[in-house]
């Protein structure tokens, strides 16, 4: 089935949010989509969904103009999506969940034993090994995609959206969604991929199309004619720019932080690591690997249950977060801005300033607007944070600014010790440069930095040693030669020799 | 600790708590605006109705049984700032009154310590709420839901529901006082803790703690917030508002009665919502709670004078809490419009 997209138009208030969009989507192809934040991706997948009407333009399957006005007429038009959120029913099973627009009946109840042969049915097609009688809650997020799919394939669909499928899976569990991607090209449905990350849509699409500011940047562009480069300065307007790290001293006498073999309540094993004055220290794992764990055990979000923790050569426990930050001077960005990180009601003051409110109060317990203020304004002004005002509400900033806001909620602080999860994590790349720069700029000031990131070239970017974690134990330490594909190499080294090592010792 | 009225109401609480932002301060004024010329209307229309309703008698009531209400809506308050809930208050109140008339009666301790060791009780049920509801996880809602009854039950075993009604004469002297003939010197003990909570919401630490928990509790966690503390704090205040609120009505009514706070739930949600309090936690209006409570008050009291019956104003206050529940919808729906509409047209992609 061929799916044409034809001059596709979409304005909102004050807004154009798509622009004489065409391009085809043709059968027995990975198709990826690729955009900056606000391009107008997930605009595009809501008209061809049918979630929304286009203002202008039209779409074609197979030639014959199309006119969806819900859900429903592109599932019968064959077309499916697998949206970023889960839309299966966790207290159902499997085969439930996958039957459930259409369940066979016999005498007007529903008939179970077919309900489970048809979902199996499909389910075989791309893995037979989920069985349909489970509840949907215990399967993995990664098994979860897989029954979106098969439930996309009982509805006879011909294109197949995956909108970031790989946004929280592990690498593993990637490659095995990727093999039933090509097995699905290969039976010539279209399958078409939205995905941030550049390395995977070179890894696996065929062609590629680019939005950018609502406007195809490029359109159907054959994967074998662009390189990374190229794709990015189509998403972007111009070329990649790397941020400038300049010169930085690390004092590798100094060691700020140092875990000797610490094990905690999540299940971390025999964790050991410097973390040296001035110093990025990246710590690189996969999704689920227990990267963010560590650093909640550090904070004291989380148990120690053994080993030692010792700050500027001094043996320390810490039983909470505000003792960490209080005492120990020791921070920590969650990747999660939104849910973990800020108070988005709260104006721009007040949550750069919440870290000192106790400080900053007078005698008499009072904190002033103006104190918090003099605290605030001049992070603001030095970070750039874009605002109209310093009362502004986080939540109505962009992405690289709320994370701006963030990190000058902990130089406030004056944290010695800082631990980012994901900083760029949602942010486009424009400002990502930006963020770099940033972090570099505060290890210069003499903080320590412990990055934890799950994106590789960031990773190179920001790290001087990089530090490899796997099922919740280290599995390597690199000095960073910031040379991309050995550095690349050798980290995935570290995770695969220590996957079969793990599977051998099970298996052996 | 999230938690309202219904389940479906949960829901569309917690997403717009993520995507609504605080009110600006001209949308606040215009809520209080938009409040005070419904309670100016209602006033027109009772005292046009019934002009005994601005007699010198009718408003020293009035102005009673308004200075109750309105520390009966900062008890919520303080629990809502949380984002949590007490449905404790009423038992919290009672068992704190029915303390005074022991103290006071059997007892015979003096009036400022019997006083003072009933707001103590109160303050300490409060704290009770907290800690159980921040070391044992579950929410507030069902905690104060059990405590109610629980601390209502013991008060009830313990008193045998004898009301203390030989109170020293001071008592009841104090609650008839009048001050320029028509108001009640209670009314300035509400607006002194009215004062006192908004230098707390405003100006202190404390506060900021309690709001900034409320908003998001796990992002103030780790911003270094002593966030269980503030939830403690904030049960604990409470707590002791509500035994003021109790205490208030023991002056009132010149004895202390086991009958005492039973109907305060209703009016207690009202006088925040209707001041443009969030369900959601997070965002507090010290002066919108007394004007809420104003605004019911002022019915209560013009259904009175118009000699319609308690039937009716049972039924117009859960009119109007229903009206305020869908103001605080809309308040979010517009304000999540406003701040992320056109940017998100684009945006979202």
Same mark, same amino acid.
């Given at each position: 089935m061929r799916l044409t997209i034809e001059g596709i138009g979409k304005d909102f208030p004050g807004v154009t949010a798509l622009d004489s969009v065409s391009f085809e989507i043709l059968p027995g192809e990975t198709h990826a989509l690729m955009g900056e934040n606000g391009a107008g991706k997930s605009t595009l997948i809501k008209i061809i969904t049918g979630l929304y009407r286009p203002d202008r333009g039209r779409l074609l399957v197979d030639g014959q103009p199309v006119d969806f006005t819900s859900p429903r007429d592109a599932i019968a038009a064959g077309i499916s999506a697998v949206h970023q959120e889960r839309n299966l029913i966790?207290?159902?099973?499997v085969g439930e969940n996958i039957m459930i627009e259409r369940p066979p009946t016999r005498n007007g109840v529903i008939d179970f034993d077919k309900v489970h042969a048809e979902a199996r049915k499909f389910l075989d097609m791309i893995d037979p090994s989920i069985d349909t009688r489970t509840e949907v809650r215990h399967l993995s997020v990664a098994q979860m995609q897989i029954v979106e799919i098969a439930k996309a394939l009982s509805l006879e669909a011909q294109v197949l959206l995956l909108d970031e499928p790989t946004a929280s899976i592990t690498g593993h569990e990637a490659d095995a969604l990727f093999a039933v991607v090509r097995r699905l090209r290969d039976e010539g449905k279209a399958i078409v991929f939205v995905s941030h990350k550049l390395e995977e849509v070179m890894a696996i699409s065929d062609r590629v199309t680019v939005l950018r500011d609502g406007r195809i940047a490029a359109a159907g562009e054959p994967i074998a004619n662009m390189s990374r480069g190229k794709i990015v300065s189509a998403m972007i307007g111009r070329e990649e720019r790397v941020a400038e790290m300049g010169t930085r001293a690390v004092d590798r006498s100094k060691t700020v932080l140092e875990a000797r073999s610490l094990a905690t309540s999540f299940g971390h094993k025999d964790v050991s690591f410097e973390l040296h004055k001035g110093e990025i220290l990246g710590l690189y794992g996969l999704v689920g690997a227990g990267r963010t764990e560590v650093a909640r055990a550090l904070i004291g979000d989380g148990k120690v249950t053994a080993g030692e923790l010792r700050l500027n050569g001094q043996s320390v426990t810490i039983p909470d977060v505000p003792t960490a930050i209080r005492r120990h001077k020791l921070g920590y960005i969650s990747e999660d801005r939104k849910a973990e990180g800020l108070i988005l009601t709260h104006p721009i003051r007040s949550n750069i300033a919440i870290s000192v409110w106790r400080r900053i109060a007078s005698k008499l317990g009072l904190i002033t607007r103006a104190a918090e203020r003099k605290v605030a304004d001049p992070l603001v002004a030095k970070l750039e944070v874009k605002t109209p005002s310093i009362e502004q509400a986080v939540g109505k900033l962009s992405g690289g600014n709320q994370q701006k806001v963030s990190i000058a909620k902990w130089l406030a602080a004056g944290v010695e010790i800082l631990i980012i999860d994901e900083p760029t994590v949602g942010i486009d790349i424009k400002t990502k440069t930006a963020i770099h720069e940033l972090i570099g700029e505060i290890t210069r000031g003499g903080v320590s930095v412990l990055l934890i990131s799950s994106d590789m070239p960031e990773m190179i970017t920001l790290a001087d040693r990089i530090l490899v974690m796997n099922d919740f134990t280290l599995v390597g330490t690199i000095e960073n030669s910031r040379r991309y594909e050995t550095m690349s190499r050798e980290i995935m080294g570290f995770i695969h020799a220590d996957a079969e090592a793990g599977h051998a010792a099970t298996h052996g | 600790m999230k938690w309202s009225l219904t389940h479906g109401f949960t829901m569309t609480l917690s997403v717009s708590s993520e995507t609504r932002a605080r009110p600006s301060w001209l949308a606040e004024q215009a809520n209080l605006i938009g409040l005070a010329a419904i309670i100016i209307l209602f006033w027109v229309l009772f005292t046009s109705l019934a002009p005994g309703f601005v007699s010198s008698f009718n408003l020293f009531a009035l102005s009673r049984s308004l200075a109750v209400d309105i520390v009966i809506g900062f008890s919520t308050m303080v629990v809502l700032a949380t984002g949590g809930m007490n449905l404790a208050i009423g038992s919290i109140g009672v068992c704190a009154v029915m303390a005074s008339g022991f103290l006071m009666q059997t007892i015979g301790l003096p009036i400022p310590v019997a006083l003072a060791l009933a707001l103590l009780l109160g303050a300490f049920l409060g704290w009770l709420n907290g800690f159980v509801i921040v070391r044992s996880g579950v929410n507030s809602f069902i905690i104060t839901l059990a405590s109610a009854s629980l601390f209502l039950g013991g008060m009830l075993i313990l #008193?045998? $529901?004898?009301?203390?009604? $030989?109170?020293?004469p001071e008592i009841a002297a104090f609650g008839r006082m009048r001050w320029w003939g028509f108001v009640s010197p209670l009314l300035f003990v509400a607006i002194g803790l009215g004062v006192a909570l908004i230098i707390l919401f405003r100006f202190t630490a404390l506060g900021r703690e309690i709001l900034a928990a409320g908003a998001n509790a796990r992002a103030a966690e780790l911003s270094g917030v002593p966030v269980g503390r503030a939830i403690i704090i904030a049960h604990t205040l409470s707590g002791a508002l509500a035994a003021s609120a109790g205490l208030m009505l023991v002056f009132r009514l010149g004895a202390a009665m086991? #009958?005492?706070?039973?109907?305060?739930l209703l009016p207690s949600f009202l006088a925040p919502v209707l001041g443009g309090?969030?369900? $959601?936690?997070?965002y507090v209006s010290v002066v919108g709670t007394m004007l809420g409570a104003l605004l019911v008050t002022t019915i209560r009291s013009g259904l009175l004078v118009m000699q319609i019956g308690n039937f009716w104003l049972q039924l117009f206050l859960g009119l109007i809490l229903l009206f305020a529940v869908m103001l605080d919808r809309y308040r979010s729906v517009y304000a999540e419009r406003r701040s992320l509409g056109r940017k998100n047209a684009g945006r979202r992609a």
């Amino acid at each position: 089935m061929r799916l044409t997209i034809e001059g596709i138009g979409k304005d909102f208030p004050g807004v154009t949010a798509l622009d004489s969009v065409s391009f085809e989507i043709l059968p027995g192809e990975t198709h990826a989509l690729m955009g900056e934040n606000g391009a107008g991706k997930s605009t595009l997948i809501k008209i061809i969904t049918g979630l929304y009407r286009p203002d202008r333009g039209r779409l074609l399957v197979d030639g014959q103009p199309v006119d969806f006005t819900s859900p429903r007429d592109a599932i019968a038009a064959g077309i499916s999506a697998v949206h970023q959120e889960r839309n299966l029913i966790p207290r159902f099973t499997v085969g439930e969940n996958i039957m459930i627009e259409r369940p066979p009946t016999r005498n007007g109840v529903i008939d179970f034993d077919k309900v489970h042969a048809e979902a199996r049915k499909f389910l075989d097609m791309i893995d037979p090994s989920i069985d349909t009688r489970t509840e949907v809650r215990h399967l993995s997020v990664a098994q979860m995609q897989i029954v979106e799919i098969a439930k996309a394939l009982s509805l006879e669909a011909q294109v197949l959206l995956l909108d970031e499928p790989t946004a929280s899976i592990t690498g593993h569990e990637a490659d095995a969604l990727f093999a039933v991607v090509r097995r699905l090209r290969d039976e010539g449905k279209a399958i078409v991929f939205v995905s941030h990350k550049l390395e995977e849509v070179m890894a696996i699409s065929d062609r590629v199309t680019v939005l950018r500011d609502g406007r195809i940047a490029a359109a159907g562009e054959p994967i074998a004619n662009m390189s990374r480069g190229k794709i990015v300065s189509a998403m972007i307007g111009r070329e990649e720019r790397v941020a400038e790290m300049g010169t930085r001293a690390v004092d590798r006498s100094k060691t700020v932080l140092e875990a000797r073999s610490l094990a905690t309540s999540f299940g971390h094993k025999d964790v050991s690591f410097e973390l040296h004055k001035g110093e990025i220290l990246g710590l690189y794992g996969l999704v689920g690997a227990g990267r963010t764990e560590v650093a909640r055990a550090l904070i004291g979000d989380g148990k120690v249950t053994a080993g030692e923790l010792r700050l500027n050569g001094q043996s320390v426990t810490i039983p909470d977060v505000p003792t960490a930050i209080r005492r120990h001077k020791l921070g920590y960005i969650s990747e999660d801005r939104k849910a973990e990180g800020l108070i988005l009601t709260h104006p721009i003051r007040s949550n750069i300033a919440i870290s000192v409110w106790r400080r900053i109060a007078s005698k008499l317990g009072l904190i002033t607007r103006a104190a918090e203020r003099k605290v605030a304004d001049p992070l603001v002004a030095k970070l750039e944070v874009k605002t109209p005002s310093i009362e502004q509400a986080v939540g109505k900033l962009s992405g690289g600014n709320q994370q701006k806001v963030s990190i000058a909620k902990w130089l406030a602080a004056g944290v010695e010790i800082l631990i980012i999860d994901e900083p760029t994590v949602g942010i486009d790349i424009k400002t990502k440069t930006a963020i770099h720069e940033l972090i570099g700029e505060i290890t210069r000031g003499g903080v320590s930095v412990l990055l934890i990131s799950s994106d590789m070239p960031e990773m190179i970017t920001l790290a001087d040693r990089i530090l490899v974690m796997n099922d919740f134990t280290l599995v390597g330490t690199i000095e960073n030669s910031r040379r991309y594909e050995t550095m690349s190499r050798e980290i995935m080294g570290f995770i695969h020799a220590d996957a079969e090592a793990g599977h051998a010792a099970t298996h052996g | 600790m999230k938690w309202s009225l219904t389940h479906g109401f949960t829901m569309t609480l917690s997403v717009s708590s993520e995507t609504r932002a605080r009110p600006s301060w001209l949308a606040e004024q215009a809520n209080l605006i938009g409040l005070a010329a419904i309670i100016i209307l209602f006033w027109v229309l009772f005292t046009s109705l019934a002009p005994g309703f601005v007699s010198s008698f009718n408003l020293f009531a009035l102005s009673r049984s308004l200075a109750v209400d309105i520390v009966i809506g900062f008890s919520t308050m303080v629990v809502l700032a949380t984002g949590g809930m007490n449905l404790a208050i009423g038992s919290i109140g009672v068992c704190a009154v029915m303390a005074s008339g022991f103290l006071m009666q059997t007892i015979g301790l003096p009036i400022p310590v019997a006083l003072a060791l009933a707001l103590l009780l109160g303050a300490f049920l409060g704290w009770l709420n907290g800690f159980v509801i921040v070391r044992s996880g579950v929410n507030s809602f069902i905690i104060t839901l059990a405590s109610a009854s629980l601390f209502l039950g013991g008060m009830l075993i313990l #008193s045998k $529901a004898q009301t203390f009604n $030989a109170l020293p004469p001071e008592i009841a002297a104090f609650g008839r006082m009048r001050w320029w003939g028509f108001v009640s010197p209670l009314l300035f003990v509400a607006i002194g803790l009215g004062v006192a909570l908004i230098i707390l919401f405003r100006f202190t630490a404390l506060g900021r703690e309690i709001l900034a928990a409320g908003a998001n509790a796990r992002a103030a966690e780790l911003s270094g917030v002593p966030v269980g503390r503030a939830i403690i704090i904030a049960h604990t205040l409470s707590g002791a508002l509500a035994a003021s609120a109790g205490l208030m009505l023991v002056f009132r009514l010149g004895a202390a009665m086991p #009958s005492i706070g039973q109907d305060w739930l209703l009016p207690s949600f009202l006088a925040p919502v209707l001041g443009g309090t969030l369900l $959601a936690g997070g965002y507090v209006s010290v002066v919108g709670t007394m004007l809420g409570a104003l605004l019911v008050t002022t019915i209560r009291s013009g259904l009175l004078v118009m000699q319609i019956g308690n039937f009716w104003l049972q039924l117009f206050l859960g009119l109007i809490l229903l009206f305020a529940v869908m103001l605080d919808r809309y308040r979010s729906v517009y304000a999540e419009r406003r701040s992320l509409g056109r940017k998100n047209a684009g945006r979202r992609a």
